[in-house]
């Protein structure tokens, strides 16, 4: 039987902020520059991240954690990219082995930041790199594994983002988080839980693979097609079992961006706020932009910006 995660105390996830302080930042929370009929629209930007992504949080409440001599063997993670770096750049500031086990259609921007981190890579296939998510680690691979979403050190330290926002935005209606293994949105409700705010938080997926919104629907975990798209991250075709009582309590419902929706927010986001998101950071807004978020004071995570720089460009000009 696979065990369920756990619910992170707002103790655990306040001792995970103190950790990574000086690894990760303490991102700004911005206005969207932007009449929006729904109520204003907020971003959380955790494209500023060193890695260009909030998993820098995680994996370094992860890693931060762990004894010196266990840390000593390695660490490594199954990602799609930006836990992998989370990983890395961690392991690299730390000075231990890091290896990372990705899909083989992962993006090319990632790649590449990961050599430069210094990380062994191991490709495989989609489903070879599922397996290695449900077994919690690969057995050719030395080190320590840090489940991308479903460890409670992870879970905390993705609450992390969850406590700046209270911070800065205690009135705050609604939180729409991407999602992707569950970990961001499921760590911010329960960050937002435990410091008292009635915030709804919501999941937002992409049109190309939707399995929450699928699963809710259903009232069990059930597994989608994944279609070919520009927004890598989120298409991982199911709901981890492990994270789905954690979503079902703490999540108000999951609402999805089309891809074309998607890419206008983008572009929207790069011409109002000079700032770039990737297609996963962006889907937030896309759903708040299209009114699905419902009024209010709306906060979009902008979980990241490692977009591949041709893929930008188009989206931008449109070609």
């Given at each position: 039987?696979?065990?369920?995660?756990?619910?992170?105390?707002?103790?655990?996830?306040?001792?995970?902020?103190?950790?990574?302080?000086?690894?990760?930042?303490?991102?700004?929370?911005?206005?969207?520059?932007?009449?929006?009929?729904?109520?204003?629209?907020?971003?959380?930007?955790?494209n500023?991240?060193?890695?260009?992504?909030?998993?820098?949080?995680?994996?370094?409440?992860?890693?931060?954690?762990?004894?010196?001599?266990?840390?000593?063997?390695?660490?490594?993670?199954?990602?799609?990219?930006?836990?992998?770096?989370g990983?890395?750049?961690?392991?690299?500031?730390?000075?231990?082995?890091?290896?990372?086990?990705?899909?083989?259609?992962?993006?090319?921007?990632?790649?590449?930041?990961?050599?430069?981190?210094?990380?062994?890579?191991?490709?495989?296939?989609?489903?070879?790199?599922?397996?290695?998510?449900?077994n919690?680690?690969?057995?050719?691979?030395?080190?320590?594994?840090?489940?991308?979403?479903?460890?409670?050190?992870?879970?905390?330290?993705?609450?992390?983002?969850?406590?700046?926002?209270?911070?800065?935005?205690p009135?705050?209606?609604?939180?729409?988080?991407?999602?992707?293994?569950?970990?961001?949105?499921?760590?911010?409700?329960?960050?937002?839980?435990?410091?008292?705010?009635?915030?709804?938080?919501?999941?937002?997926?992409?049109?190309?693979?939707?399995?929450?919104?699928?699963?809710?629907?259903?009232g069990?975990?059930?597994?989608v097609?994944?279609?070919?798209?520009?927004?890598?991250?989120?298409?991982?075709?199911?709901?981890?079992?492990?994270?789905?009582?954690?979503?079902?309590?703490?999540?108000?419902?999951?609402?999805?961006?089309?891809?074309?929706?998607?890419?206008?927010a983008?572009?929207?986001?790069?011409?109002?706020?000079?700032?770039?998101?990737?297609?996963?950071?962006?889907v937030?807004?896309?759903?708040?932009?299209?009114?699905r978020?419902?009024?209010?004071?709306?906060?979009?995570?902008?979980?990241?910006?490692?977009?591949?720089?041709?893929?930008?460009?188009?989206?931008?000009?449109?070609?």
């Open positions: 039987m696979i065990a369920h995660a756990e619910i992170p105390t707002l103790t655990a996830i306040q001792s995970a902020a103190e950790r990574i302080r000086g690894v990760a930042i303490r991102t700004p929370l911005l206005r969207l520059n932007v009449d929006n009929a729904a109520g204003e629209i907020w971003l959380k930007c955790e500023l991240q060193p890695i260009g992504s909030f998993k820098v949080r995680p994996a370094a409440s992860a890693i931060l954690n762990m004894p010196k001599d266990q840390l000593a063997l390695g660490v490594y993670t199954a990602s799609a990219g930006n836990m992998a770096q990983v890395a750049y961690t392991a690299r500031r730390l000075n231990v082995p890091c290896s990372v086990v990705l899909p083989r259609d992962a993006a090319a921007t990632k790649i590449a930041a990961l050599e430069r981190m210094g990380a062994r890579m191991h490709f495989v296939s989609h489903e070879e790199w599922w397996q290695v998510l449900l919690r680690g690969h057995p050719d691979i030395a080190g320590k594994f840090i489940h991308p979403a479903a460890d409670p050190d992870v879970i905390a330290g993705d609450g992390t983002v969850g406590l700046e926002i209270r911070a800065d935005l009135d705050v209606d609604t939180v729409l988080v991407p999602y992707g293994g569950g970990g961001l949105s499921c760590g911010i409700a329960s960050a937002l839980r435990g410091a008292g705010s009635k915030a709804r938080v919501l999941a937002a997926e992409s049109g190309h693979c939707a399995p929450l919104c699928a699963s809710l629907a259903a069990k975990p059930v597994e097609p994944i279609n070919p798209s520009f927004v890598t991250g989120l298409g991982v075709g199911r709901v981890l079992e492990e994270m789905w009582p954690l979503a079902q309590q703490l999540l108000v419902g999951a609402v999805v961006a089309e891809e074309q929706e998607t890419a206008a983008i572009k929207l986001i790069f011409e109002r706020n000079r700032m770039v998101a990737e297609g996963a950071g962006a937030a807004v896309a759903c708040a932009l299209a009114g978020a419902g009024g209010g004071k709306i906060v979009c995570v902008i979980s990241g910006g490692n977009i591949d720089a041709d893929r930008f460009a188009s989206i931008i000009t449109g070609q």
